[in-house]
């Protein structure tokens, strides 16, 4: 499956942006969805991730209340919605695919099997 993630961009603090992945080439609602994040300096870390009909749903504790995963399998799309950003979420974000019912669990970015490339969101303070 191949991964387009789109939406980034510079916000001010206590802004929002609506970031959006579209798949190809396999079937969307195959796969479990995820989103990470990866900021200058640090290891690539985990935000959310939604399973195939999106009935589960796993965040970052550093995100939940804020960001918000969902997908629309007739778009073969899946979205984060962030909200009250913060200068500290910063950072080049990549959506992820696993067909692992598991992967909704798995924050360690090695163990997901398909990656698109990265979106930049800069939060100014």
């Known amino acids: 499956v191949q991964l387009q993630a789109s939406g980034g961009g510079l916000v001010q603090a206590g802004g929002s942006l609506r970031l959006s992945c579209a798949a190809s080439?396999?079937?969307?609602?195959?796969?479990?969805m995820g989103w990470f994040r990866q900021a200058p300096g640090k290891e690539r870390e985990f935000v959310a991730a939604?399973?195939?009909?999106?009935?589960?749903?796993n965040y970052a504790d550093s995100v939940k209340g804020r960001f918000t995963i969902s997908r629309d399998n007739a778009k073969d799309t899946v979205y984060l919605q962030m909200n009250s950003l913060k200068p500290e979420d910063t950072a080049v974000y990549y959506c992820?695919?696993?067909?692992?019912?598991?992967?909704?669990?798995?924050?360690?970015?090695?163990?997901?099997?398909?990656w698109g490339q990265g979106t930049l969101v800069t939060v100014s303070s």
């Open positions: 992820a695919a696993d067909p692992s019912l598991r992967a909704v669990a798995t924050t360690t970015p090695h163990r997901w099997g398909y």
């Open positions: 939604i399973s195939w009909s999106g009935a589960s749903i």
């Open positions: 080439g396999r079937t969307f609602s195959d796969y479990v």
